[in-house]
């Protein structure tokens, strides 16, 4: 499976955005997903990860209660949802295929990954 991801940017703290990752080569419907991130200098660490039907989720503590983790298989798509976004935040941010683990080694296949900045 292919995987791209879009919407970072730069965001004052306390801002929001919404990451998403299309998907393609391979059926989506059938897949778990996952939202990893990586800051300078620090390993690859785990967000959030959606089972294939989108009916459980898991979070990273760090950001249980700010960040929310969706898909839409109509639309090949996982969306990551980031509110009261912090300047811990700051990383780039990849999307990954795999049943849940919090280890990115136990995924797949990987995204590009997309900048996320939040100013103080």
């Known amino acids: 499976v292919q995987l791209e991801e879009s919407g970072g940017g730069l965001v004052q703290a306390g801002g929001s955005l919404r990451l998403s990752c299309i998907a393609s080569?391979?059926?989506?419907?059938?897949?778990?997903l996952a939202w990893f991130r990586q800051a300078p200098g620090k390993e690859r660490e785990f967000v959030a990860h959606?089972?294939?039907?989108?009916?459980?989720?898991n979070y990273a503590d760090a950001v249980k209660g700010r960040f929310t983790i969706s898909r839409d298989n109509a639309k090949n798509s996982v969306f990551l949802q980031m509110n009261s976004l912090k300047p811990e935040d700051t990383a780039v941010y990849y999307c990954?295929?795999?049943?849940?683990?919090?280890?990115?080694?136990?995924?797949?296949?990987w995204g590009q990954g997309t900048q996320v900045t939040v100013s103080s």
């Open positions: 990954a295929q795999g049943t849940f683990n919090t280890s990115p080694g136990r995924y797949s296949s």
């Open positions: 080569g391979r059926t989506f419907g059938t897949i778990s």
């Open positions: 959606i089972s294939w039907r989108g009916g459980t989720t």
